[in-house]
C-alpha cells in the first residue's frame, strides 16, 4: 500500500483539520463529534441542508459546503456511516429556524443514523425533513444497500436543492425539489482497478489487467459483471445504454450530462470519454444543456468513471446556474 499518509487511524481527523486550514473563508470544521459547516452557520431563517457519509469519497460531501449548496456535512471513516451523534451535532449548528434537509445515500447505515438523528432533533423541535437518494442502476441490492445505491446524482442533488434553500424556499418546497431530481437522474459506473481502505491494506477486488468491473460502487463494492477491457466509445455505450433505457431519457430531451472520475482517473480520459457520451446521446436526440466533468464522488485511489444523467427543465435549470461557492463547486459568486 503507498499513500501520503502518517497513520491509518488518524486520516480523517488529519484531512479534516487540513480542510479547515484550507478553507477558513468558507467552512468550520469541529472533531469531537466530527462534522463540517460554512462558516456563517446558522443562516437565520433559511433552511439548512445536511449530508454526510463515510469519507473517501472527497470532494463529497465536506467539499460542497458552503453558499449555494449544503449548510453541513458528517464525515464517518473511511467507507463508514456517520453516526447518529455526528449528524444530530451538524443539525443543530445548522438550524436556523427554518427547518433542515437532510440528503441522505441509500446505504443502510447512512439511512438509519440519520433517521436516529431526524428524531432526536425532532424532539429538541427542530423540523427535519430527509430525501434518500437511489440513482444507481447498477444494481438493486449490494452488501451495502437495501435498494439501489446513491451514487453520482447526489452531487447534482445537493446543488440543486442548496439553491432552491439559498433563494428562500421553505421546507417542503426544498424537499420537493430535491425529491424531483432525485426522480430524474440516473448513475452507473465502472472502474479499471480497486482501491485500498488505509486501514485495511489490501485492495477491495482484484482485476486483471485486461478486465474492467461494470457497475462498481463507491464503497469498491464490485459490480454487476467482470468484462474485457474494451475502448472507450464502448464503455460510455455501455454505462449510458443501461441509464438511457432505465428511465428513459427520450429523443428532445434536455439535460446535464455528468462525467465523475472515481479518484485515480486523469482529466484528459474524463474528456475524452464525455466527447464519446455526447455523440452517443445525440444519436438518441438526447440534448445535453449543462455539464459536469471531473472528480467529484470518488472513491479512493480507484481508476474508474461513473456517468450521470439528469433531466432538466426551466426550474431545475435555473437552480443548477445559481451562484454557489464551495472548496470543490464554484461558479457565479
Avoid at 500500500?1 to 477558513?24: C, F, R, W, Y
Avoid at 459546503?65 to 447518529?84: C, E, H, I, K, R
Avoid at 427547518?99 to 440519520?114: A, E, M, R
Wanted: net charge negative; hydrophobic share 45%.
Amino acid at each position: 500500500m503507498k499513500k501520503i499518509i502518517n497513520d491509518p487511524s488518524t486520516v480523517v481527523t488529519e484531512a479534516l483539520q487540513g480542510m479547515a486550514l484550507a478553507h477558513p473563508d468558507l467552512i468550520k470544521v469541529t472533531l469531537e463529534p466530527a462534522y463540517i459547516v460554512r462558516a456563517d452557520a446558522p443562516v437565520q431563517g433559511k433552511v439548512a441542508l445536511v449530508s454526510g457519509g463515510g469519507s473517501g469519497h472527497e470532494p463529497l460531501h465536506g467539499g460542497f459546503v458552503g453558499d449555494g449548496m449544503l449548510d453541513a456535512a458528517a464525515p464517518g471513516a473511511v467507507f463508514t456511516s456517520p453516526t447518529p451523534d455526528q449528524v444530530l451535532a451538524a443539525t443543530q449548528a445548522v438550524n436556523g429556524g427554518a427547518g433542515v434537509l437532510h440528503i441522505v445515500k441509500n446505504y443502510t447505515g447512512d439511512v438509519l443514523n440519520f433517521e436516529t438523528a431526524a428524531e432526536l432533533a425532532s424532539a429538541e423541535d427542530i423540523e427535519v425533513s430527509s430525501v434518500v437518494v437511489d440513482d444507481d442502476v447498477a444494481v438493486k441490492d449490494s452488501t451495502w444497500t437495501a435498494g439501489r445505491r446513491g451514487v453520482g446524482g447526489t452531487v447534482l442533488l445537493e446543488k440543486i436543492a442548496g439553491a432552491s434553500a439559498a433563494r428562500g424556499d421553505d421546507l417542503a418546497t426544498v424537499t420537493a425539489i430535491a425529491q424531483r431530481v432525485n426522480a430524474q437522474v440516473r448513475s452507473m459506473g465502472m472502474a479499471l482497478t480497486p482501491c485500498t481502505v488505509p486501514h485495511s491494506g489490501e485492495p477491495s477486488f482484484t482485476l486483471a489487467e485486461d478486465e474492467m468491473e461494470i457497475g462498481i460502487g463507491i464503497h469498491g463494492e464490485p459490480g454487476r459483471e467482470r468484462a474485457k477491457l474494451a475502448p472507450a466509445n464502448d464503455i460510455v455505450a455501455t454505462l449510458l445504454g443501461s441509464v438511457v433505457e432505465d428511465l428513459p431519457f427520450e429523443s428532445g430531451a434536455k439535460t446535464l450530462l455528468f462525467v465523475n472520475g472515481m479518484g485515480g482517473t486523469p482529466l484528459i480520459e474524463l474528456y475524452l470519454a464525455y466527447n464519446s457520451a455526447r455523440s452517443f446521446l445525440a444519436e438518441r436526440g438526447v440534448e445535453v444543456t449543462r455539464s459536469l466533468v471531473g472528480n467529484f464522488i470518488t472513491s479512493l485511489e480507484m481508476q474508474g468513471m461513473s456517468i450521470t444523467l439528469l433531466n432538466l427543465d426551466d426550474e431545475l435549470t435555473e437552480l443548477w446556474d445559481a451562484p454557489v461557492h464551495t472548496p470543490a463547486l464554484r461558479w457565479g459568486a
